[in-house]
């Protein structure tokens, strides 16, 4: 009786969590909805205006990574320590590196063409030209 209480507990706790997330994804439309919010939340996968394949990458990533550590914590049996560990490596080393890199510097190069038109004077009537050089 006791293994089917577990059973009971843990399906529990995931309808807890799809409530939840369910929870933060209507807010999280609402607020992309409202007018007066600046909240756009295609930011999170657009650079300069397109969609970035790394940070849709990233966002998967994230989401997965996440999942995965809630029911590695809902799971005691595993080590949480060293996922909990692994875990924030994985987010927290893009962040550093990216904050102790130099800066990349973008160079841009311009070339420019001309052309030209030339139109042919016609001799005056008057003028010699002579073809042996």
Same mark, same amino acid.
């Given at each position: ?10 399906? #529990? $706790?995931? $309808? $807890? ?10 807010? &999280? ?13 295609f930011d999170l ?8 394949? #790394?940070?849709?990458? &990233? ?12 029911? $590695?914590?809902?799971? +005691? ?6 996922? &909990? ?7 927290v080393a893009p962040i550093v590196a ?8 973008? +160079?841009? %190069?311009?070339?420019?063409?001309? %052309?030209?038109?030339? +139109? ?5 009537? &008057? ?7």
């Open positions: 009786m006791g293994g089917s209480n577990r059973a009971m507990s843990e399906h #529990i $706790a995931d $309808a $807890a969590l799809g409530v939840i997330l369910l929870l933060v994804l209507w807010s &999280f439309y609402k607020a992309q909805r409202d007018p007066t919010n600046s909240l756009n939340l996968v657009m650079e300069n205006g397109r969609i970035s394949r #790394i940070a849709v990458a &990233f966002l998967v990533a994230l989401l997965v990574t996440s999942w995965v550590l809630i029911i $590695a914590a809902h799971d +005691t049996a595993r080590n949480l320590d060293v996922i &909990f560990s692994a875990y924030g490596a994985m987010w990216k904050l102790f890199s130099p800066p990349q510097v973008t +160079t841009s %190069t311009q070339t420019t063409s001309s %052309t030209q038109t030339t +139109t042919p004077v016609k001799p005056e009537p &008057f003028e010699h030209h002579d073809d042996r050089g």
